[in-house]
Structure formats: C-alpha cells, structure tokens
C-alpha cells in the first residue's frame, strides 16, 4: 500500500494539469499513542482537513477550508458525522482480516483510499478505491472493470461478495465518476489562491564529508511540479547523478534534491558544472553552480554531534512523510465504505 501510495503521489507531479482528491482511512488497533481512526482530506497533494477518534471531529488544516461554513454552517457538523459513520467498518475490517490471516492479536492497521483525479485541460475523471491491511494491498477497485482485485488469497471471499453487489459497485462508480471531482472542483474553488501559487525554493549544496556526493537540495517550493538536475557545459548529465524523491515539507510547501557522485570531478572542472532547478509555470531557472566556496558541510565540525550535511528541513519533511505513509492518511466519504464481512451498507 506504501508504494501504491508514492506511486499516486508521484503520477500528477508530471502532468501539470491534473488535480485530485483523496481520503485516507486509518484504522489502528493497539497502537500507543496513536488514534484509532483517522481520516485526512487530500486536495493536490496538500491535506485540506482531518478527522480522527482523538481530536472526536472533522477539523480543516488549510485556512481556505474554513471559508466553507459561509456557504454551508453546518459543514464540519456533517462531515465529521460522515467521518465516523464509517469507523465501525474500519473496526470491523481489522477482526475480519485477523481472522483471514488467523491472527488473534497484536497491532494492526486497516487504510482505505478513496479519491479522484480531474485534468482540467481533457476533463478527463479518474477514481481509485482500495484497501489495505498491515501495510499491504488487501483490495482494489479498478474502475475500468468495475469489479474488485484481490492481490492477496485472504481478500478473494470479499472480492467475491463485493463483485455480486452490482448496487453497490454503481453507487461507488457514481461517487468517483461524479460526485468526488465535483467536490474536487469544489474545494479547488475556495483553495484556489493558495493552490495557485508559485513559491520558488532556496537551494543550497550540501556535502557530508569532502568525498560525499554534492547534494543540490531544494526546500521551500510550491507547488510539487518541479526539474531538478545537474548539467555540464549546459548538457544535461544522467550518469553520476541520484534524483531525490519530493517531499512534504510541514508548512505546506516541498523539497527535493539531487546528488552529483563527484568522485571522478577533478577541481579544475567544478565550474563546469550547475545544478538547475525549475518550478512548474515559472520561466526563470534558479543555477546554482558547483563551487567549493558555496558547498555547506558538518564535516570536521565538532559541537551539535549531528554527522548529517542535511539542514533540519529535510529531516522534517522525511519525518513528515514517513509518518503520513504510516500513519496512513485516509479520508471521509460521502460514499460509505462498507466492511469486508457483508457486502450490505
Ligand atoms: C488459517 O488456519 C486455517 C485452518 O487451520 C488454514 O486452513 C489456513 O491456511 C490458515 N491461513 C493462514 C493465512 O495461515
Ligand atoms: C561515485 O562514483 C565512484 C566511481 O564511479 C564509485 O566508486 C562510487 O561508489 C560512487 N559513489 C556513490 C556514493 O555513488
């Protein structure tokens, strides 16, 4: 489930056009300190609202949610009532899977996402529903189909129960054909300023010890639709050079980097060489160019004990997405998600 994730979060960053809405479900038993339940809105990668069984209700985390209840008073009122209408069959969905991998006890999480795409140029829709169990796919919806994937033996009886109910599979089409993108475009609507932006990185070049690769780490951009790579004589290099991933940063905005394997660089070619950083709707490129004198290091440092080149940011951002993928993100439905036992609403 963790790479179905990275691989859905990764899909829009290509693609300049497409928008999309996704809820993340989690559903945990005896995990310390951690709610049983929590559901987190997703709107272009930036998490719009938060429900969890701690908290008891449906909060925004965006400024721009809260202009909702101009429209509609009683919005977080219904949402976190949606939010846990559906927690029982997150409770439900972990006795049931224990039972199919014969477990009786232990920590577990159940996540569910539930959500759809819209590319405002095609008006092309996309939705997706799946479920996971322990950190793995348990079952996927494909859209195309409309009938259920079980990627593992212990889902196939709730595949089959699910396939037969040809109601339910048209509520659910309906819901992701429908009504999620205009939600989708609902939410855009009152996001948009904030979505809309362009906030360029600071880019610095970071080295842990002098035979490391240079890092070019980016931080500070929005949104996630980003180029960055190293080129030499203004030719862009492949070989020697390892693209990070981009991630969430906790205000809002992204990071990202690339590493330049410097090993076989002799000082007289340095200048040779830049990194190029390009947002998305933005023509200036930012240049840094390789030069000793800018590179930032702890090597040979003595003092905060940190062997680590990286400034705190990047070890935030990675925390931050470590906790969302494990912590699993899910989200509230108008379309209620049912358990794996029945296929009854
Ligand atoms: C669970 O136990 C049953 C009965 O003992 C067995 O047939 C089945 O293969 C077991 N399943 C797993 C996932 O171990
Ligand atoms: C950098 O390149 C050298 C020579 O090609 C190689 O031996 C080394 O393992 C590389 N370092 C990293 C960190 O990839």
């Known amino acids: 489930m963790k790479m179905v994730f990275l691989a859905l979060l ?7 056009v497409i928008h999309s809405l996704k809820y993340f479900y989690t559903g945990s038993s005896q995990v310390p300190n951690f709610p049983e339940y929590v559901v987190v809105g997703v709107l272009n990668d930036v998490q719009m609202d938060i429900c969890d069984s701690n908290i008891k209700r449906a909060e925004p985390k965006q400024d721009w949610m809260n202009d909702i209840t101009k429209d509609d008073p009683e919005y977080w009122k219904t949402q976190t009532e949606i939010c846990f209408s559906v927690q029982p069959v997150f409770k439900a969905n972990i006795e049931t899977a224990k039972q199919r991998f014969n477990q009786t006890g232990g920590v577990h ?3 569910g996402m539930l959500g759809c795409e819209w590319d405002d140029e095609t008006g092309e829709v996309n939705g997706f529903n799946q479920q996971g169990y322990d950190g793995e796919d348990f079952i996927v919806f494909d859209l195309k189909t409309e009938t259920w994937i079980a990627p593992k033996q212990q889902a196939v009886i709730t595949k089959q129960k699910w396939d037969e109910n040809k109601a339910r ?6 819901y992701l054909t429908q009504g999620c993108p205009c939600w989708l475009k609902k939410y855009l609507n009152y996001g948009r300023s904030s979505l809309m ?3 360029l990185p600071s880019v610095s070049l970071l080295q842990k010890t002098p035979s490391s690769p240079v890092s070019c780490f980016a931080t500070g951009f929005y949104p996630d639709r980003v180029m960055i790579f190293w080129r030499k004589d203004g030719e862009e290099l492949h070989e020697n050079v390892e693209r990070g991933e981009i991630l969430p940063n906790h205000d809002g905005s992204f990071q990202t980097s690339a590493d330049l394997n410097i090993s076989s660089v002799t000082p007289e070619d340095w200048r040779r060489y830049e990194c190029v950083f390009q947002l998305s709707g933005v023509k200036e ?8 004198t800018a590179i930032q290091t702890n090597w040979g440092k003595t003092g905060d004990g940190s062997s680590s080149g990286l400034p705190l940011g990047a070890v935030m951002g990675g925390v931050v997405v470590l906790l969302l993928l494990v912590v699993g993100i899910a989200g509230y439905f108008l379309w209620r998600m049912t358990n794996m036992e029945t296929s009854e609403d």
């Open 197 to 199: 932006r362009t906030e």
């Open 285 to 292: 490129d930012i240049i840094t160019k390789l030069d000793q």
């Open 10 to 16: 990764g899909l829009h960053s290509a693609v300049a």
């Open 109 to 111: 999480i159940a996540q």
């Open 169 to 174: 599979i048209a509520q659910l089409k309906n």
